[in-house]
């Protein structure tokens, strides 16, 4: 017997990492939001790797943050180990990884949703949405409660019909031997939306004290962290480290004998893996010429002595896994705590999506995270956060909130999954951003917190920061452009230390900052700045100088996007009207209905001459509605 036990303005479905943005983001916006979840000890659990970051997912992150999210201030509070990546190379690429301690995350998260206002958490399997004439007004759980809202946002993970795999043995099952969703993976069959199989894996943990760290590699945070939040300013003292081996010629001999009992060779998985994370029984396949892959050995927290083997996913059966690690640098003597797996699962196509992550076939309805085909917690909040806001913004009646390629990797995540679709669980890269030079780390703030502030999202306080930020490196790049600096010995001599050319009359100090050899602090030291800067502003205030060129040209091709983004097509367009369009452009245009002209020119399957002919049509079109209106 089903019972109304509540109405909200916006309910969440599911409490991961694209649950927990989605439903802060609401709430926060003022809307009465709902958050329910399958297992309240399960919320922002990681059931793979336990860190956040990395390249594009660490930008993600800070993106998050700059929109008023929560992510990047959870995991400041609750990491082990803080590295920045790639340090190496240009800051297009700098990306900054954390080592999380995976409990004090979740029960970080967890305490940070149960004090939020308007937030309630609860637990409650869904089985059912509410559709009345067309839009979704809810959801029914397995104990018939009905609860009512006017914007429904379903981040169910890899829960859809879960099933895990190891070896001979599956079973229906969630992440971690949770309990999998399937009568609402079911349902959104019957309600007519399209769904994929999808399968990630997981590796097998291992006891501390079983590793023989002495034949591994250490690999330490950074002496001086930085940060996920431009709110933190307090690091976590003692860093824990991880450790690096190789698997060897035994390991790899291991795999190649049992071929025979792994499932993705045997037919047993029908879900397509991820093609940038594949399971080491795949990669010794694929890579056969290879003699050694990394294995990185992770702590899960500081008080449990499980580590994660990083790169050794298997779904092998269990004797197998146990025989592969013990055949690892390292790993001889180890002692198995839980046995890797591959889990299989239901995802929606996700061109079945506007941008603003609200399905076409049932308004009132977002998805986001795993459900929309990605991979990743990153990916997963960076939807989370935006399908908060745009169901948030549709119960207030405001205008969605959409960020085009140019604004974030959060943008290009999107617009990828929307656009293109996935065939495969989609992993964000730096290489999918065509403006990553604009799109860095370091300036996530610069490109969104005045987003977070208009929503409402950022305070009042955080954002005069930010302003104060903004302006003293306007304002120091505008002293470097004046100051000159002179060929006095002392200088002359910091020029020739710095392996640099000598002046041989007085220049600009922006001009000596462009050369490669000089860094902000050989500035300083000929000419300080009486700003009072932070390491924050002085490495924007180099980045900017250094990289004007390029940033320039890429501010120009931005230009050219954002006038095809303002093209709009119409909603009701009849694609098959038009004349001169080859037939798999227009089915293809049908299906994924882009909403601007930008957005139809990366359809799959859409070539210049289509988008041509289109602009044409859109032109007749445009006149005859504004003769008839």
């Keep these: 017997m089903s019972y109304v036990a509540g109405e909200y303005d916006v309910i969440v479905i599911g409490a991961g990492h694209a649950g927990c943005e989605a439903a802060l983001a609401a709430a926060r916006m003022g809307c009465e939001t709902l958050l329910l979840t399958i297992n309240l000890d399960m919320v922002a659990f990681m059931p793979c790797n336990p860190s956040i970051g990395g390249p594009a997912k660490g930008h993600v992150v800070r993106e998050i943050d700059a929109l008023g999210g929560e992510m990047g201030r959870n995991i400041d509070k609750t990491y082990i180990q803080l590295r920045m990546l790639n340090t190496g190379k240009g800051p297009a690429v700098h990306a900054l990884r954390a080592q999380a301690d995976k409990f004090l995350y979740q029960h970080t998260m967890k305490e940070t949703i149960e004090r939020q206002p308007k937030l309630t958490l609860r637990q409650g399997m869904a089985e059912e949405l509410i559709v009345e004439d067309g839009v979704c007004r809810g959801v029914i759980t397995k104990t018939g409660a009905r609860y009512l809202g006017k914007a429904i946002v379903l981040t169910t993970g890899t829960y859809l019909r879960g099933k895990v795999i190891i070896g001979e043995l599956m079973y229906e099952s969630g992440p971690n031997n949770q309990q999998p969703s399937v009568k609402l993976s079911s349902h959104l069959k019957e309600l007519g939306f399209e769904l994929v199989r999808f399968k990630t894996g997981t590796p097998p943990r291992v006891h501390k004290d079983s590793i023989d760290f002495s034949k591994t590699e250490i690999q330490p945070g950074d002496e001086k962290p930085k940060f996920f939040s431009y709110e933190t300013t307090e690091e976590v003292p003692n860093q824990i480290p ?10 790899h001999q291991i795999i190649q004998d049992n ?20 399971s080491i029984e795949d990669k010794i396949v694929r890579f056969s010429d290879k003699p050694k892959h990394q294995i990185f050995l992770e702590p899960e927290g500081r008080n449990t002595s499980e580590y994660y083997v990083q790169g050794l996913s298997t779904s092998m059966p269990e004797d197998v896994q146990l025989s592969i690690l013990r055949s690892v640098t390292g790993l001889e003597k180890v002692e198995m705590m839980r046995t890797g797996y591959a889990i299989e699962y239901d995802a929606v196509v996700p061109t079945q999506l506007w941008p603003t992550l609200e399905t076409k076939r049932l308004p009132g309805l977002f998805t986001a995270g795993q459900i929309n085909g990605t ?19 549709k119960v207030l009646g405001k205008e969605p909130v959409i960020l085009d390629r140019s604004q974030g990797y959060i943008g290009v995540l999107i617009d990828d999954l929307v ?5 495969e669980p989609y ?5 999918r951003a065509e403006y990553r ?5 370091d300036n996530a703030d610069l490109r969104l917190t005045p987003i977070g502030y208009e929503i409402g999202l950022i305070s009042d306080e955080r954002y005069e920061r930010f302003l104060t930020k903004k302006s003293l490196v306007e304002q120091e790049i505008e002293r470097l452009q004046t100051v000159k600096v002179r060929p006095e010995p002392w200088i002359q001599q910091l020029l020739k230390d710095a392996g640099t050319v000598e002046l041989n009359n007085a220049v600009e100090a922006l001009s000596l900052l462009r050369r490669p050899e000089l860094d902000y602090r050989h500035i300083e030291q000929m000419s300080p700045s009486p700003f009072g800067l932070t390491d ?12 004007q060129g390029y940033i320039e040209k890429q501010l120009l091709q931005v230009e050219r996007l954002k006038k095809m983004e303002q093209k709009k097509i119409p909603a009701d367009i009849d694609y098959n009207a038009i004349h001169g369009i080859a037939n798999e452009a227009k089915t293809r245009l049908a299906n994924v209905r882009p909403i601007s002209i930008g957005q139809a020119s990366r359809v799959s399957g859409v070539n210049p001459a289509d988008i041509s002919i289109l602009l044409v049509y859109l032109e007749h079109y445009n006149k005859a509605v504004a003769a008839r209106g």
């Design 427 to 431: 992993r964000l890269l730096t290489s």
């Design 536 to 547: 924050e502003m002085k490495e924007q205030v180099e980045i900017q100088i250094k990289y």
């Design 437 to 441: 030079l604009l799109l860095r780390h």
């Design 242 to 251: 991880c450790w690096l081996t190789y698997t060897t010629g035994e390991t």
């Design 375 to 393: 991979s990743g917690y990153e990916e997963a909040a960076g939807q989370g956060i935006m399908a908060g806001i745009n169901a948030a913004r």
């Design 419 to 423: 656009t293109k679709g996935t065939s």
């Design 259 to 278: 071929l025979h009992r792994a499932p993705m060779f045997s037919g047993a998985i029908e879900g397509t893996g991820p093609r940038y994370c594949p």
